[in-house]
Every structure is written in C-alpha cells, then in structure tokens.
Nanobody, 126 residues
C-alpha cells in the first residue's frame, strides 16, 4: 500500500521552528500536487498548505501565511513544511497527501487527496 511517511514533529516552545518532511517509498511525487494537512484533538482535519508539481506554486491557509513555507524536491521524492513562529494554536498531527487528480494546487478538493500517512505530531508548549 502506498503511504506517505511524515517526520520531523516534536515539542517546541512558542515562537520556535520545526521542519517537517514527507516521503513516499515506491511512488514518485513528480506530477502531483502535494498537500499538508493537520488535525488537532477534537477538531476536523484542515488543509494547511499545498505545493504544485511543475511550477512549484504554493498556497497556505490564512492562519499560517508568513510563518510556514512548503517546498519539494522531486528528485528526492520529498516534500517539506518549514514552520516558524509556532503558536499555541498550531499543535496537531500533521499529514501530507498527494492529489492524484491534479498537478497544480488551484482548485484542489479534499477528496482528491490520497496516500495519507500516519502523520507527525507537533506540540507547542512552554
């Protein structure tokens, strides 16, 4: 079964930074938009960011704009999420997934994403 493997989560203080990575053994991310999502306890999963394949165009949910940066290395089959200025509202399990229907993020719908991993947990605590 194809599944992303997320890593890089941990415990940081407010204002700290983390770099998340996701890779998917046996699957080439080239040609697919890749999204980062998060789910906090008791809340629904929300889209955090997306990066297109060819032009590397990106999108972010408003709450992380200016603090998070998504990037990808197709040669390494890896997508990254650099998180800075972490806030108390950022803790969640972070997931990545591939949009199997689009190479660009524009117009992406949640049901188009697949190959969900187990996620990596981010905790912000002083």
């Amino acid at each position: 079964q194809v599944q992303f493997v997320e890593s890089g989560g941990g415990v940081v203080q407010p204002g700290g930074s983390l770099r998340l990575s996701c890779a998917v053994p046996g699957f080439s991310v080239d040609g697919y938009a890749i999204g980062w999502f998060r789910q906090a306890p008791g809340k629904e999963r929300e889209g955090v960011s997306c990066i297109s394949s060819s032009d590397r165009s990106t999108s972010y949910t408003d709450s992380v704009k200016g603090r998070f940066t998504v990037s990808r290395d197709n040669a390494k089959n890896t997508v990254y999420l650099q998180m800075s200025s972490l806030k108390p509202e950022d803790p969640a399990v972070y997931y990545c997934a591939a949009n199997l229907m689009r190479s660009r993020c524009q117009g992406s719908l949640d049901h188009e994403y697949d190959y969900w991993g187990q996620g990596t947990r981010v905790t912000v605590s002083s």
